[in-house]
């Protein structure tokens, strides 16, 4: 079984990759002590800070943390303010989802894959709408 770290790093090494086949360049901070793990530089020249999450698939949608912290030993924290994107992948997918941090909200964000089963329409975040 892997372990925490081995599944982030391999989530941002897919997100690097990704990122790389789009913009200009893309950065790697220095440490761990930052609350981003990669920069890129967007086509204007502005650098974006982004957090690389591994989701998960839970009834047609994929869910991520869009905090920091455990829940128990630490408080959730948000990215807000700190951050421009999440980068988001599952386990099972070779795909990155890039998502705004103004988007993804202060809790747990779910971009749907499928519709949801009650055909609700409105307020719905799509996956397509931040794929890379």
Not at 27 to 56: A, H, I, M, N, W
Request: charged share 20%; aromatic share 12%; hydrophobic share 40%.
């Amino acid at each position: 079984m892997a372990t925490p770290k081995a599944v982030g790093d391999k989530t941002e090494a897919r997100v690097l990759a990704a990122l790389l086949q789009i913009y200009p360049a893309v950065l790697l901070p220095f440490g761990g002590s930052q609350r981003y793990d990669l920069v890129f530089e967007d086509f204007d020249g502005t650098l974006r800070k982004v957090q690389c999450k591994t989701g998960y698939l839970k009834s047609g949608a994929i869910v991520f943390k869009a905090y920091s912290g455990n829940g128990t030993k630490e408080p959730m924290k948000s990215y807000h303010g700190e951050i421009d994107f999440f980068a988001v992948m599952t386990q099972d997918s070779q795909e990155v989802y890039l998502v705004p941090v103004e988007i993804a909200g202060t809790s747990s964000c779910y971009l749907r894959l499928e519709a949801p089963r009650n055909n609700q329409t409105s307020r719905i975040t799509w996956a397509k709408d931040f794929l890379v």
